[in-house]
């Protein structure tokens, strides 16, 4: 019997059914669609400070030199590097040869996650690259420039000072935000030292709340022929400069998503702008990147909250902006986004949402023809799949109690304060509400990845095919090569073709002695449109998604000859005889 039983381990071994593993191994069975026990470990159930997202950062490009490097492109206002993730297969070409996907979060210092979900994708690309066909097939073809936060100085403010879910949405530059005529004279004051911001409230006999008898926590309104017990004061926090206000002349306050440089606009009109567009470095560093890689077609922006898929206008000036053919490949691609994504909607910023002037998603696509989405992140959906809405006391409440079991709240308690006597301060803590809670991090993180991945993927892809050869005669003959476009992106956005923003696409043929060089209009009918000038290299306006261009050469000579095509957004592909 024994023996039998060896025999029959040996046999499913020999089979791949049975293995024998390590011990590292035996303790470990990979889940479908995650790392099996990667390279970098990360915990994506937590937050990360600056320099816990530059050390992961440096991890990943250690680990992975074939596929990752990590460089500074700019500094912060306070001397921080802004640092960029490269991501592609080396191995198979520069990374400015391919086309290439930018993604980055945290632009607003308080919506957080949006560097860790960037963060994510590195790591995932990075170390499911081994053992995943269609990620090696990614990286061959393409590369991805990650910079998970674009403001690193008001992060770790957020995180290592008092602060409330909403504050600060600004970086550190501090101005006089209450028109005294002082800057930064009335900070958060965090009066029970938690470092969260949260609310105040005070026994009235002309309150208009009460406490729920049943969730203490809970403060109920009273109904209008009600007398209450309780008054809401607003903010925890003191009156530092005297002007009747709490906590109203900290960092900020302006909005790093007012700064860009397509229809910027003052802050008399857009509330938030600074002096003119560019004005803060970190956003400049970006732009400056961004105009020195022509390949990157797509982007992504992460920001919170609200579960949404959003692309412009951010103005309705801009509706002409974006014709229908653009549209068209935004809608495809942010409706497989909605599959994807559980509980997001695909919104357009300008109709569904607020008018932003002088913002990043309108300078990627306006300026530099750049397909590009941003995703606010965390929706109330994700807690019990239902549609509650934002900031509804009663979900946030059950969320606390069922799944965060009272970790959420800080509890009410009494303090002396010195302008309105006995208060009591309690509330949510800055991290739950916009902020996603450890639990659901890792799937949503791994969904929007899933969603620029997939944007990433439909960027241009070019391939020469159908070669053909005729012989006109007298020495001559003519070659067409097809150029395929296998994606839904076109090279060239209807953006970039209307102001010009990208060199054409050249498709040359070398090993031949050309005496003319045509773009084909119609095969069928022969209409070829002529260029004179270097007909050895065609170029080219534009190469549509999934669809061709032909290019035929009339050619004196050239037994043995190779087509190659050079695009900015598209790549390069090749074809020899």
Known sequence: ???????????????GLVSTPSSAQQKFFQAVGSPHMPKVEVAWNRYYTYEGLVDVMQKIAEAHPNLAKIETIGQSYEGRDIMTLTITDFSTGKDTDKPAMWIDGNIHSNEVQGAEFALYSAWYL?????????????????????????????????????????TPRSGMMVLDNDGDGEAGEDEMDDLNGDGHITLMIR???????????????????VGPDQVGEYEMLGQEGTDL??????????????????????????????????????????????????????NIAGAQSYHNYGGMILRGPGAEEDIETYNREDIRIYDAI?????????????????????????GELDWFYGNRGIFTYSNELMVSYLYFHQNAGRGNQDEQLKVDKLLTFGDAFVDWESYDHP??????????????????????????????????????????????????????????KAITATIFN????????????????????????????????????????????????????????????????????IVSSGSNYSITVDSAKGGKASWSK
Not at 334 to 358: C, H, I, N, Q
Not at 498 to 514: L, M, Q, T
């Open 486 to 553: 296998e994606r839904m992106m076109p090279t060239h956005s209807s953006q970039d073709l209307k102001y010009n923003i990208e060199r054409p696409d050249y498709v040359s043929i070398e090993g031949a002695k050309v005496v003319a060089g045509f773009v084909v209009e119609d095969e069928d009918f022969k209409r070829y449109q002529e260029q004179k000038l270097r007909p050895e290299r065609i170029a080219v306006a534009n190469i549509p998604g999934m669809s061709a261009v032909k290019i035929r050469w």
């Open 126 to 166: 990075t170390e499911m690259h081994a053992d995943t066909e269609f990620i090696q097939e990614l990286l061959r073809d393409k590369t991805f420039y990650i910079t998970p936060t674009i403001n690193p100085d008001a992060r770790n403010d957020f995180f290592l000072k008092p602060n409330n879910a909403n």
């Open 1 to 15: 019997m024994k023996t039998k039983n060896i025999i029959l381990a040996l046999a499913l071994s020999a089979a």
């Open 334 to 358: 942010a409706k497989k986004g909605e599959e994807m994504m559980p509980g997001y909607r695909y919104l357009t910023v300008y109709k569904d949402l607020y008018s932003v002037f002088g």
């Open 241 to 294: 400069d005297g002007d009747g206000r709490i906590n109203d002349d900290d960092v900020g306050y302006y909005d790093p998503n007012r700064d860009w440089g397509w229809n910027w606009q003052p802050d008399y009109v857009q509330r938030g702008a600074l002096r003119y567009p560019f004005t803060l470095s970190e956003n400049r560093a970006v732009m400056e990147f961004v105009m020195k890689h022509p």
């Open 419 to 476: 302008q309105f006597g006995e208060v009591e301060i309690g509330g949510f803590k800055k991290t739950f509400g916009r902020a996603h809670p450890g639990f659901l991090m890792e799937q949503d993180a791994h969904r929007n990845s899933a969603f620029t991945i997939y944007h990433a993927y439909h960027t241009p892809k070019l391939s020469v095919m159908d070669v053909n050869e005729e012989d006109l005669g007298g020495g001559l």
């Open 203 to 221: 026994k009235s006999p002309t309150g208009r709340y009460i406490k729920d008898p049943l969730d203490p926590r809970r403060l109920m309104p």
